[in-house]
C-alpha cells in the first residue's frame, strides 16, 4: 500500500515538472543569442553614428537598436522583414549595402567599368611601347626605295 | 598627269573622317558621373534651412496615427521639435516645450509638433509619457523630415511663420521658457 502511494506521489511529481516545463516553453521560447542579433546589426547602420556598424557601435541609440531587433527575432521575424522595417523606418541608408535601384546602381557598375576601362587602355599603352622597337628592326623600309629623291641620289652615289 | 595616291593614305583619310563612337561614349560618361558628383557634392554642401527660406513641405504621421501636413498649417506658427529617446539634451527642454504648448494651445494659432528622430518606438513613447508631452509626436519615418531640413544633431527646433517661412532656429535645447516664448511672440503680432 505504502508503494502504491509513493508511486502516485512520484507520478504527480513527474507530470507537474512535465507541464511546468512546457508551460515555460510556451511562454518564454528560446531567447535569441547575440550572434544571431549580431549578424542581422553588422549590414546595418544607424545614421547618427555614421560609418560604424550596429554591431559595434558604442551608443545608446545603437543599443536601442540592436534591442529592437533581438525583439523581432524573438517573435519570429526573419532577417529579411527586420531589414526591411528598418529600411522603412530610417530609410535606404541603414543599409550596409545600397539595394541596387536608381542611382545605386552606378554603386555596381562603375568600378567594374572603371577597372576594365583602365586594362583596355595600359593595354593600349603597352602596344604603342612596343612598336617603335619592331619599326627599328627593319633593316629598310619599303617606303624609301619608291622615294624618287632617294633613288636618285642612290644613283648618283653609285655613279661616283 | 595622272598621280597614283597610296592605298594605305585612302584608307587612313577615310578612318580619321569616321566618328569615334567609342571616345564618344567614354566622354559622355565621364562628364555624366562628373555631373551627378557635381550635384551630390552641391546638395551636401547646401547645409540646413536658412532663416528666411521657404520650408520644404513634410508630412507627419503622428503615433497615434493622425497624419499632419505642413501646408495645411499655413495661417498658424508652427513650432518643429526635433528630439530622441535616446538624447539627454532633449530632456532638458522637455517640460519647457509642454509648458509653451500649453500656454499657446488655447489661442489656436500655434502648433507645436515633435519629430522623433531614429528612435525606436518602445523607448519614443516612454520619453513621451515621462515628460507629460501632449502635443503631436511622430517618428520621422525614412528620416524624410530630417534630411529636407538637414538637421545636424537633436535637439533643434524650427520656428516657422504664418506663410510657412522659417524664422528662428535653435541648435541645442532651450535655456528655459521663456527663450521658447522670446522667438514665437514676435511671429503673432
Not at chain 1, 26 to 33: K, L, M
Not at chain 1, 126 to 147: G, I, K, L, M, N
Not at chain 2, 66 to 80: A, C, F, P, S, Y
Not at chain 2, 96 to 104: F, G, I, N, R
Request: aromatic share 10%; with cysteine; net charge negative.
Amino acid at each position: 500500500m505504502k508503494l502504491f502511494r509513493n508511486t502516485i506521489f512520484l507520478s504527480i511529481f513527474v507530470a507537474m515538472l512535465a507541464v511546468g516545463g512546457a508551460l515555460a516553453q510556451g511562454t518564454n521560447p528560446q531567447a535569441p543569442t547575440d550572434d544571431q542579433v549580431n549578424a542581422i546589426a553588422k549590414q546595418l547602420y544607424c545614421p547618427v553614428c555614421e560609418n560604424i556598424p550596429l554591431d559595434v557601435c558604442g551608443t545608446q541609440a545603437c543599443a536601442q537598436w540592436r534591442d529592437l531587433i533581438r525583439q523581432k527575432l524573438g517573435e519570429g521575424w526573419s532577417e529579411a522583414q527586420i531589414k526591411q522595417y528598418f529600411v522603412d523606418q530610417y530609410g535606404d541608408r541603414v543599409l550596409a549595402t545600397p539595394p541596387a535601384r536608381g542611382l545605386n546602381w552606378l554603386v555596381y557598375i562603375v568600378p567594374p567599368v572603371a577597372i576594365l576601362a583602365g586594362i583596355f587602355i595600359l593595354y593600349r599603352a603597352f602596344q604603342s611601347w612596343r612598336q617603335p622597337v619592331a619599326t627599328e628592326a627593319q633593316p629598310e623600309s619599303p617606303v624609301e626605295q619608291t622615294d624618287e629623291y632617294a633613288l636618285r641620289l642612290e644613283e648618283e652615289l653609285r655613279k661616283r | 598627269m595622272e598621280q597614283n595616291v597610296p592605298e594605305s593614305t585612302v584608307q587612313k583619310t577615310t578612318e580619321s573622317h569616321r566618328p569615334h563612337w567609342g571616345r564618344i561614349l567614354v566622354w559622355v560618361g565621364v562628364l555624366g558621373l562628373l555631373a551627378i558628383l557635381a550635384l551630390g557634392l552641391r546638395r551636401a554642401q547646401q547645409g540646413p534651412v536658412s532663416v528666411g527660406d521657404q520650408v520644404p513641405n513634410f508630412t507627419l504621421t503622428t503615433f497615434d496615427g493622425e497624419t499632419i501636413n505642413l501646408t495645411d498649417l499655413k495661417g498658424k506658427v508652427v513650432v518643429l521639435n526635433f528630439w530622441a529617446s535616446w538624447c539627454k539634451p532633449c530632456e532638458q527642454e522637455a517640460a519647457d516645450l509642454e509648458t509653451a504648448w500649453l500656454t499657446y494651445q488655447p489661442r489656436g494659432d500655434v502648433v507645436f509638433l515633435g519629430v522623433d528622430y531614429v528612435d525606436t518606438e518602445p523607448e519614443a513613447r516612454g520619453y513621451l509619457e515621462k515628460f507629460n508631452i501632449t502635443y503631436p509626436n511622430g517618428p520621422d519615418l525614412g528620416t524624410r523630415i530630417s534630411q529636407a531640413f538637414r538637421i545636424r544633431g537633436v535637439p533643434e527646433t524650427y520656428i516657422i511663420d504664418q506663410d510657412n517661412v522659417l524664422r528662428a532656429v535653435q541648435i541645442g535645447p532651450f535655456r528655459d521658457l521663456s527663450q521658447i516664448q522670446s522667438m514665437i511672440d514676435p511671429l503673432l503680432q
